[in-house]
């Protein structure tokens, strides 16, 4: 399976501000996701980083908080904008290779808002 | 949309007995159904995984039966060992376009506790 590393794997961030996370893939992958964790909870899916166009938002979710790029077929990035303490969970990446083909996590970022 | 409801939500064993987790989902277009296991501070790692033409998968003391017509699916695990004790969770996925991978919709997870 293919190698993710994110990274940062941790960070303690002030309300207000924002933070970039990256995840690197060490192949080439048609798809990337992006899903949020929060304490205790199951994965909740934000987007759908689409190489070459604009990521696909789930409901609830939107560009102007969480913008994503996707520049080339093994990396993104997501941001958390204006960041507040709700906004204190896991953050993981995942990529696909093709229907119904497994996906794989990267190790998460834990991220504390204080 | 895709959704999938996941009983128990907590499950505790002895070790050496079975655990069986089940997930119902809505979507009869949904065709591919994985499991993860997460252990604390860790990532979710695949454990294994059915497509909907196949009603049941093996690995060693994993395995996984699909139920297409009743819309559920479980995962059964034998011989149960401490190590066996995380969290657990269904997802699947439904149609997509031709040759894409399609994101998960997962369930809500259950706490399985292995007792020595």
């Known amino acids: 399976s293919a190698v993710i590393s994110q990274k940062p794997s941790r960070d303690i961030c002030q309300r207000g501000t924002s933070l970039t996370i990256q995840c690197q893939v060490d192949?080439?992958?048609?798809?990337m996701f992006w899903y949020r964790q929060q304490p205790g909870q199951s994965l909740t899916l934000i987007a759908t980083?689409?190489?070459?166009?604009?990521?696909?938002?789930e409901s609830g979710f939107v560009i102007d908080k969480f913008p994503i790029s996707r520049p080339n077929l093994t990396f993104s990035t997501l941001t958390v904008s204006n960041m507040s303490p709700e906004d204190s969970s896991i953050y993981l990446c995942?990529?696909?290779?093709?229907?119904?083909?497994?996906?794989?996590f990267g190790d998460g970022t834990r991220l504390s808002i204080l | 949309g895709e959704n999938v409801e996941q009983h128990p939500s907590t499950l505790s064993v002895q070790e050496g007995d079975s655990a069986v987790i089940k997930c119902t989902y809505s979507?009869?277009?949904?065709?591919?159904f994985p499991w993860y296991k997460q252990e604390l501070g860790k990532r979710p790692q695949l454990i294994i995984d059915?497509?909907?033409?196949?009603g049941e998968k093996k690995d060693q003391r994993i395995a996984v039966t699909l139920n297409k017509t009743a819309k559920h699916f479980s995962l059964h695990i034998t011989e149960t060992q401490p190590e066996d004790s995380a969290v657990y969770f269904c997802?699947?996925?439904?149609?997509?376009?031709?040759?894409?991978?399609?994101?998960?919709?997962f369930g809500s997870g259950t706490q399985l506790t292995v007792l020595p």
């Open positions: 995942s990529v696909g290779t093709g229907v119904s083909q497994p996906q794989h």
């Open positions: 192949s080439q992958v048609t798809m």
């Open positions: 980083a689409n190489q070459g166009s604009e990521a696909t938002y």
């Open positions: 979507d009869s277009a949904s065709n591919y």
């Open positions: 059915i497509r909907s033409n196949v």
């Open positions: 997802a699947l996925t439904g149609a997509g376009a031709s040759g894409s991978a399609r994101q998960l919709t």
